[in-house]
C-alpha cells in the first residue's frame, strides 16, 4: 500500500524557529480532551475567519524546529480536528515528529519551504518522488524523504494499527 499524497493549501504559516505547538491551543488548554472543544480552542489568534477558510485537507507550513519544547498531543489533535491534514516544516523538534509520525499525523521536512510558499498556495506532496510542488506557483522542490519506518508508519495510520497488523497478519 502506498501512502497516498498530500494536496491542499497553505491554511497556516508558521515561520518562527522553534515554535512550540502548545501555542496553538494555550498551555491552560492542554488538558482538554474533546477534540470538539479543542478545535474551537485552536488558534483564536488567527482570527474568528480562519476555521471558516481552512478545508480538509490543507496544511500547515512551518519553520525550522517546528514542534520545539513539549509536544503536547491536544494541540495537533485540534489541528486534524479542524481538517488540516499535516505539516511542511523546515526542520522538526525529534520527539514531535516522532510523536506525530507515531499517531499518523503526516510531517515532512522540506529545508526552504518557507521561501517558496505563500498563504494559500496549493501544494501536493509526492511522497513516491520526494518532491514537493506548489501547484499555484508552477515551482517544486524536493524533501528530505521519510525512513521507511517512518513511511509503513504513516501507510497504515499511525504506530499502534501498524503493530496490530502485524500481529494479525504476520
Not at 516522532?98 to 498556495?121: H, K, M, N, T, Y
Not at 513516491?128 to 521519510?146: D, Y
Not at 517512518?150 to 497504515?156: G, H, I, P, V
Request: charged content about 20%; some cysteine; hydrophobic content about 45%.
Amino acid at each position: 500500500m502506498a501512502l497516498k499524497n498530500l494536496r491542499g493549501r497553505a491554511a497556516l504559516i508558521l515561520p518562527e524557529d522553534d515554535f512550540d505547538v502548545d501555542q496553538i491551543c494555550g498551555i491552560a488548554n492542554l488538558k482538554v480532551q474533546d477534540p470538539v472543544q479543542l478545535a474551537q480552542l485552536a488558534l483564536q489568534w488567527c482570527g474568528a475567519e480562519f476555521a471558516e477558510r481552512v478545508k480538509p485537507g490543507d496544511l500547515i507550513v512551518a519553520g525550522r524546529n517546528f514542534g520545539y519544547g513539549h509536544p503536547h498531543y491536544p494541540c495537533m489533535i485540534a489541528m486534524r480536528q479542524i481538517g488540516l491534514a499535516g505539516v511542511i516544516g523546515e526542520s522538526f523538534a525529534p520527539g514531535y515528529w516522532l510523536g506525530e509520525i507515531s499517531r499518523g499525523f503526516p510531517q515532512v521536512a522540506c529545508p526552504g519551504v518557507l521561501a517558496a510558499v505563500e498563504r494559500w498556495d496549493e501544494l501536493e506532496v509526492d511522497w513516491e518522488s520526494a518532491i514537493l510542488r506548489n501547484l499555484t506557483r508552477g515551482t517544486q522542490m524536493a524533501f528530505e524523504r521519510p525512513t521507511q519506518s517512518d513511511m509503513q508508519t504513516l501507510e497504515a495510520g499511525g504506530l499502534v494499527k501498524r503493530l496490530k497488523a502485524r500481529v494479525e497478519h504476520p
